[in-house]
């Protein structure tokens, strides 16, 4: 009698994603991995990683989205802001080289345009409320302007004419991320104010 397919033995998961990772670092079932096609330096010491994932991310600006690779072995998950638009076809994380960070330091050091990353789902409830007020107050230091910056775009995108003002924080002059982004977001929205204070020169 024919066997149904009901009966047969189905491959594992996890052996069907070991010979898929062979034919191509990027594939894999449930799980969504993410190969890097750009890398953009904004601050001495912070880096802008364009990712197409395999599959759409559906994020909320202001969320953070879970990194893994595997180095040594060893999976490493770090959380980062997408500081790319919703929907696009890539996403774009914008990471702070840490000091003895092992993700940041493996991003900064290492990784190459073509190297694969996998997501995890977005988090986090950093994100503009549904009814917000019209005038809008943002502070952010240093790298904690990425979920920052998100959430400024979409609050300008949903009001184009928004009282809102930003203070961002760093070290110095040369620390600032996305300052040219800023500064021509200031120049379209008549009633955004974009502060950057240096601590030092």
Not at 25 to 36: D, E, M, Y
């Amino acid at each position: 009698s024919m066997l149904s397919f009901r009966d047969a033995t189905l491959p594992d998961r996890h052996w069907v994603d070991f010979v898929l990772q062979h034919l191509d670092p990027a594939l894999g079932l449930g799980r969504n991995r993410a190969r890097i096609v750009a890398i953009r330096p904004e601050t001495p010491d912070i880096g802008t990683f364009v990712l197409r994932p395999a599959r759409p991310v559906a994020f909320a600006p202001g969320q953070f989205v879970p990194v893994r690779v595997v180095l040594g072995g060893i999976v490493h998950e770090r959380p980062y802001s997408p500081t790319s638009a919703p929907g696009a076809a890539t996403l774009s994380i914008t990471v702070k080289h840490q000091r003895g960070g092992v993700v940041s330091g493996w991003l900064h050091e290492r990784a190459a345009v073509g190297d694969v990353v996998e997501l995890g789902d977005p988090a986090g409830d950093f994100v503009l409320p549904r009814s917000f007020p019209s005038r809008l107050l943002f502070v952010a230091g240093g790298s904690g302007i990425t979920a920052t910056y998100a959430v400024l775009r979409e609050a300008l995108r949903a009001r184009h004419e928004i009282d809102a003002t930003l203070l961002y924080y760093a070290g110095r002059a040369a620390d600032f991320a996305f300052a040219r982004e800023l500064r021509a977001l200031e120049r379209r929205h008549p009633a955004l104010r974009i502060h950057l204070l240096a601590q030092r020169p």
